[in-house]
Structure formats: C-alpha cells, structure tokens
C-alpha cells in the first residue's frame, strides 16, 4: 500500500484542481492531486476536450485539452504528485492533519484538504451486459495501444474516442467492429471520413447485448435494429465508450456542510472541518456562479488560507508571482 | 446555463437524451421531458441525440421554446434539485404541457 505525505492534497484533477496545483507550489508547499479518472482533466477532458472554451480571462479561444495542458505545465516545476485512477473514498482526521484513503489503497495524509471535486466523479458509463468481463476482454479506456494488437477488437461508442480508438484498432488489432447504437456518429467530420475509408467492421442502430467466453472474452452478440436476431461477433477486446457519467460519490459521507449537494464554504473557501477547504463547481455559497474563471479565484483563495492555516506566521498573500524563481524550491522526490 | 427542451418532445419522449446525460439531470413528465435548470452542467451532449430536434441551449432559443423554459422553471420551482431523475418518480406536467395541443 502507497501513502503519501504532503501540505496539500487536492481532490479533484480538474482545470480548477490543477490550478490549485500550482498555486500550492507556488507557495513552497508539497501537494497531492487525486481524481477518479485515469488522466488529469476532469470534466474537460471527459466531455469535451475538443472544444473551445471562450471564457477563460486572457484566452479568447481555448480548447479544453489545451488549457488542461497548460495547467498540468504551470504545476509541473512544482512536481505535484498525481495520484490518477483511484478515487478519494474516505477522509478521516488523524489529529491536526487529514488522511484520505482511496478505491486504489493509496494513503495520502496531508495538512490541509481542498476539494474540487467537480460535479463528483467521473466514471466511464457502465455496460452492464459484459461486466463481468472487466479487466478479462472489457475495458473503458485503451490507454496504450498496444493492447489492440492481434486481438479481435470490438469498439462500443459513436463519440471522438470510440472512431480515435477504431481508427488505431484497424491499424493493430487482428478485426476491429465498431458498435453503435445510432445512425450518426458524434465525432469529428474527419475522423468519420476515415472510419468509412478504414477495414473497421460498423454496425449501426446497434447495441451490444450479450458477451460470452470461458475463461476471458471470446465473443459478443450484437443486435441490430429490424434485424432478426442478434449477430455473433468474436471479441477478445470489448471496449466500451459510452461516454461519462458523474455522481459527487463519497465526498457526500464525509461530515461536509453540504447544500443541494454542493459543499458550503465561507468566503476563505473553507468548510465546517477545519483544515478543509472546497473550490471550484463543487462548492457553493451566496451568489455562486459556476464557472472555470470563477474556480480559478476561488482555488487560488483556499490555497492561500490554506497555506495561512499551515504556516500562520507567512500569511495570507502570496507575493507577486513575477517576483517568484519557478524552480520548486520544496520538490517532493517520487 | 442549461438546455432547454421544447413542443417537439410533447407525447415522442424518446429518452436518447436521457441515456446521454452525465448527470442524470432529464426528468420525465407524462408527456414531455425537462431538462433541471440547475443541475444541467450544460455539456451538450443531449441536443445532438435527440431525433425530433426538440433540444436548444438556453442562450439561442427559438420564440416556441421560451413557454416550454418558462413552464420547465415552474416546475422545478415546486420540484426543487433532486439531484437527478432516477431519484424520484414521474413529475406531474406544468399546465401548459397538459394543455398543450400538438399540431400534426
């Protein structure tokens, strides 16, 4: 079992968790992220990384996987731990400082908490019918390629990830199917256009019902709408990219002051528990507004009460970044 | 911030949307379906699913849509943030839904 050991840890890796990030950093302190998702991002990342998001101050066009690019490069010289893929399940108080567990059975104990979880976790949408073939021929993600080669693929999914991940499938993998249960895709023009030139098996107006193999995955059963009877495929590979879905999960069962699911905070961004703070969608107060620029300032405010909390004789206010040596001056080795 | 749902839905209710939200924020009438001002995080994933074109964000919406927001407020108001619509049961139309007459 991991344990870390920071001044912060950070719950959510998100554009406003990310910033928090930096922020800590900035500030000589050491910190932690945490996310549910296996990449940094959040929402951004899962729902819509290729547009553009017009909002940010000084940005008059972002995409949303550029800006998170951006901000994991603003933390980076600080050296925050990541802690991807596992999410925070339990917090508990170990004296002054916070320890949180997580579904991964890292330990992380720090000396202050700042939530910016987000509309809570996001988690790949579940499909039920080859469950239980997780980790045995399912998966939600390809998170390297190689793991499409020779296999016999069959994609679920009509979004950017579904015809990316066919689209490396047919390059790699011994046959590749893409499941869909519309007529449309909802991916890029271009990457369609590909799909239709590429050896990829589609079927449309199509669900994947059924899933079947001995020992891991060896075939599925695809219905298509007005056909009589489903389709056997073979499958050693089932991936399903169903898109998202997002629940506040656990962060709900840990003695927050929570309103219409949202954490109540004061305007130093703290919560009911001392020592933890809350930031970005996920809190709430008088007059909230949900934005990425609104979380900025209010990640920004909870790190600093946060570092004010840790060392009260260096104070509330940071010092002018332009006056500051990047270098990170408190590195945590890994 | 939301997406706003529209006459097209009255007496279709596909449910496409439904399947596609993240949030779980599509609540089902007896005859239509609404979108939670609040709880919507306005990702837009649902407009492109839907298969009468019924889904409008709330920042370009046609004259036809502003009652169907007006009523969907209304009944969020008395519903309150449920905080998602596998939570609770059918909700009872607003009343301009349940008069609404459909032209074919």
Known sequence: MTTHDVDVLIVGAGPVGLYGAYYAGFRGLTVAVVDALPTQGGQVSALYPEKNIFDIAGMPAVKGQDLVAGLVEQAAPFCPRYVL?????????????WQVTTSGGTTLVASAVVITGGVGAVSPRPLPCAEQYLDRGLQYFVPRLDVLDGQDVVIVGGGDSALDWALASVERARTTTLVHRRQQFRAHAHSVKLLE???CRTLLDAQV??????????????????????????????????????????IADWGLQLQDRSILVDSAARTNLPGVFAAGDISTYDGKVKLIAVGFGEVATAVNNAAAHLQPEVGLAPGHSSDAAIAPSRAVSA | ????????????????????????CIYEGSRMLYIHPTECIDCGACEPVCPVEAIRPMQRLAEEWKPFQEASRELFARVGSPGGSTKVTTLEDPHLVTEFEKED
């Open chain 2, 1 to 24: 911030m939301s997406f706003v749902i529209g006459a097209p839905c009255v007496d279709v209710m596909d449910k496409s949307c439904i399947e596609e939200c993240p949030v779980d």
């Open chain 1, 197 to 199: 030139q590429s050896t």
């Open chain 1, 85 to 97: 893929g596992e999410q925070a399940e339990t917090l508990v108080r170990l004296g002054e400082r």
């Open chain 1, 209 to 250: 019902t059924a899933a079947a193999g001995d020992d891991g995955l060896s075939c599925v059963e695809v219905t298509v709408k007005g056909d009589f009877g489903p389709v056997a495929v073979p499958c050693t590979l089932l991936v399903a990219a169903l898109g998202f879905t997002m629940q506040i999960g656990p």
